[in-house]
């Protein structure tokens, strides 16, 4: 079996299911590598981000006061809330804007957090925390499926994956909006993490999502949702992600033979041009030009920025394994 290598394809589950929502955004995206020129990152992202690391820190803290844990995580989301141009201590105008994704409702959410999860943070035995993971693809020469798994554990006995995800789907019914909680139990991801996980962690026995909902007055609304997949399910979610690997691959070649997209590479798919949430955000170059390729710039309103799954994952890690 050969090793990864930076001259490796490797597909994580972004870049899967971007080409699933629609060929031609995963070509502007991943191939053109375009994104929106905001002047900063959304909201959205940047809070969920840092909510990650402030887990990561109360994870790392096992045996320490909960005051300490939310000392920690704090410390954390501010490190990358900042980094990412956004003040820590916001104005009423600054506050508004950004809704329920505060830094203020972070802590009143971390504190909450160490008190819904104590018991599981005592008992648990952390085995890796943003553990980068990579599976090569049957018949597909030197192609891997890549992700990071943000923490694997044992507790009472079995080893688990736990994903950490935030959210605003509210209800007032049980908080969780219940599409939003049964969504994950067909999620390719939660397949894949588990498919791929089980690969390093023979005794794996779930992947758990650990929901937290983000809301201004509602700050100790916390979620697990346990999925587990057969093996056929397993098989079949490898079945399928090969195909789409190989659409993508099949795509590329033809638009690096066809030298653009004129002949069918990538093509659009309209119906994903109005999302759930949001309007795509290409949508207003495939509607005024035909082939991309043939622009003599960025347009106006993009930059160039590469989704680079070696930082965003730490997949030196593995590479420096196998040397």
């Given at each position: 079996?050969?090793?990864?290598?930076?001259?490796?394809?490797?597909?994580?589950?972004?870049?899967?299911?971007?080409?699933?929502?629609?060929?031609?955004?995963?070509?502007?995206?991943?191939?053109?590598?375009?994104?929106?020129?905001?002047?900063?990152?959304?909201?959205?992202?940047?809070?969920?981000?840092?909510?990650?690391?402030?887990?990561?820190?109360?994870?790392?803290?096992?045996?320490?006061?909960?005051?300490?844990?939310?000392?920690?995580?704090?410390?954390?989301?501010?490190?990358?809330?900042?980094?990412?141009?956004?003040?820590?201590?916001?104005?009423?105008?600054?506050?508004?804007?950004?809704?329920?994704?505060?830094?203020?409702?972070?802590?009143?959410?971390?504190?909450?957090?160490?008190?819904?999860?104590e018991r599981l943070l005592?008992?648990?035995?952390?085995?890796?925390?943003?553990?980068?993971?990579?599976?090569?693809?049957?018949?597909?020469?030197?192609?891997?499926?890549?992700?990071?798994?943000?923490?694997?554990?044992?507790?009472?006995?079995?080893?688990?994956?736990?994903?950490?995800?935030?959210?605003?789907?509210?209800?007032?019914?049980?908080?969780?909006?219940?599409?939003?909680?049964?969504?994950?139990?067909?999620?390719?991801?939660?397949?894949?993490?588990?498919?791929?996980?089980?690969?390093?962690?023979?005794?794996?026995?779930?992947?758990w999502i650990d929901g937290?909902?983000?809301?201004k007055k509602i700050h100790?609304?916390?979620?697990?949702?346990?999925?587990?997949?057969?093996?056929?399910?397993?098989?079949?979610?490898?079945?399928?992600?090969?195909?789409?690997?190989?659409?993508?691959?099949?795509?590329?070649?033809?638009?690096?033979?066809?030298?653009?997209?004129?002949?069918?590479?990538?093509?659009?798919?309209?119906?994903?041009?109005?999302?759930?949430?949001?309007?795509?955000?290409?949508?207003?170059?495939?509607?005024?030009?035909?082939?991309?390729?043939?622009?003599?710039?960025?347009?106006?309103?993009?930059?160039?920025?590469?989704?680079?799954?070696?930082?965003?994952?730490?997949?030196?890690?593995?590479?420096?394994?196998?040397?």
């Amino acid at each position: 079996m050969t090793n990864l290598t930076r001259n490796s394809q490797y597909f994580d589950n972004t870049k899967i299911s971007c080409y699933k929502e629609c060929p031609r955004k995963y070509f502007l995206r991943h191939v053109m590598h375009w994104t929106v020129d905001y002047s900063r990152k959304a909201p959205a992202l940047v809070f969920g981000g840092a909510w990650h690391e402030g887990m990561d820190a109360i994870w790392s803290s096992q045996g320490e006061p909960n005051e300490d844990k939310v000392e920690r995580a704090v410390s954390a989301f501010r490190t990358h809330w900042e980094e990412n141009e956004y003040t820590f201590k916001l104005s009423l105008e600054e506050a508004e804007e950004l809704g329920a994704r505060t830094p203020g409702v972070a802590h009143e959410m971390f504190f909450s957090y160490c008190v819904a999860r104590e018991r599981l943070l005592e008992e648990a035995t952390v085995h890796s925390i943003e553990q980068p993971i990579a599976m090569p693809f049957p018949e597909l020469e030197d192609t891997w499926y890549v992700g990071k798994l943000d923490k694997v554990f044992s507790w009472n006995g079995y080893q688990h994956i736990m994903e950490h995800k935030t959210t605003t789907a509210y209800a007032i019914k049980g908080q969780f909006q219940p599409d939003w909680v049964e969504s994950w139990s067909s999620a390719s991801q939660v397949k894949g993490y588990q498919m791929v996980g089980s690969v390093y962690y023979p005794k794996l026995q779930d992947v758990w999502i650990d929901g937290a909902l983000v809301h201004k007055k509602i700050h100790d609304a916390f979620k697990l949702v346990p999925v587990s997949h057969s093996w056929p399910l397993l098989q079949d979610w490898i079945g399928d992600t090969k195909q789409w690997i190989t659409r993508i691959q099949d795509d590329f070649n033809s638009y690096v033979l066809d030298r653009g997209l004129k002949y069918g590479a990538f093509p659009r798919n309209e119906d994903q041009c109005f999302g759930k949430y949001s309007k795509c955000p290409f949508l207003s170059i495939c509607s005024t030009t035909a082939d991309p390729t043939q622009l003599d710039s960025v347009p106006i309103g993009f930059r160039v920025e590469k989704w680079e799954p070696f930082s965003e994952l730490g997949l030196e890690r593995l590479v420096k394994d196998a040397d």
